[in-house]
Antibody, heavy 124, light 108 residues
Framework: EVQLVQSGGGLVQPGGSLRLSCTAS????????MTWVRQPPGKGLECVSV???????YSADSVKGRFTISRDISKNTLYLQMDSLRAEDTAVYYC??????????????????WGQGTTVTVSS | DIQMTQSPSSLSASVGDRVTITCRAG??????LNWYQHKPGKVPNLLIY???TLLSGVPSRFSGSGSGTEFTLTISSLQPEDFATYYC??????????FGQGTKLEIK
């Protein structure tokens, strides 16, 4: 079965650090783009970080320089290292697999498999 | 980043109603537009990709249309399980994906 299982998260003080993990089964994380998406309380979805071909990475401006996405092939696991955390980083964080679906001569990328979500609360 | 704007932000409707949600992109994104359904306590669920292609297993009462900068998601006859929040997502500027702010569909 293709699935993503998340761990990590919890309560942390402003300025602190956390690492989220996302372990895949049924597929190999190194063969796909992988994404972290978050949802702050009462707000919508935001793409936070993406790791893609050649282990290149992208991070949203809101987390650039503070969050680092990476993956460990030996553990088939995706990570999000979150440093210098702020109250506005409080959210449910999801990992997701990013795959291209072929349709009418083009590949269209979608987030097709999601982790169960983990809550990060930044508060003193 | 490409800005995505959904309207309305919330919508009240009854079972059996036909509803339409609009998503507008800040620039042309061709057909690189996905729709997700998100229920409280659940993970987002992909419904439509490439603006109008229904994912296998998604009920045919869902449909998507549009290209360029304007897109719509239509539910032809609302069912009780359809009450949720719906998000559009552009993947034109891979990997800089952006979501719309969401449309919360509530029971009237």
């Amino acid at each position: 079965e293709v699935q993503l299982v998340q761990s990590g998260g919890g309560l942390v003080q402003p300025g602190g650090s956390l690492r989220l993990s996302c372990t895949a089964s049924g597929f190999t994380v190194s063969n796909y783009y992988m994404t972290w998406v978050r949802q702050p309380p009462g707000k919508g979805l935001e793409c936070v970080s993406v790791i893609y071909s050649g282990d290149n990475t992208y991070s949203a401006d809101s987390v650039k320089g503070r969050f680092t996405i990476s993956r460990d092939i030996s553990k088939n696991t995706l990570y999000l290292q979150m440093d210098s955390l702020r109250a506005e980083d409080t959210a449910v964080y999801y990992c997701a697999r990013d795959v291209g679906y072929y349709d009418t001569n083009a590949y269209y990328y979608v987030l097709d498999v999601w982790g169960q979500g983990t809550t990060v609360t930044v508060s003193s | 980043d490409i800005q995505m704007t959904q309207s309305p932000s919330s919508l009240s409707a009854s079972v059996g109603d036909r509803v339409t949600i609009t998503c507008r992109a800040g620039q042309s994104i061709s057909r690189y537009l996905n729709w997700y359904q998100h229920k409280p306590g659940k993970v987002p669920n992909l419904l439509i990709y490439a603006a109008s292609t229904l994912l296998s297993g998604v009920p045919s009462r869902f449909s998507g249309s549009g290209s360029g900068t304007e897109f719509t998601l239509t539910i032809s006859s609302l069912q009780p399980e359809d009450f949720a929040t719906y998000y559009c997502q552009q993947t034109y500027s891979t990997p800089q994906y952006t979501f719309g702010q969401g449309t919360k569909l509530e029971i009237k």
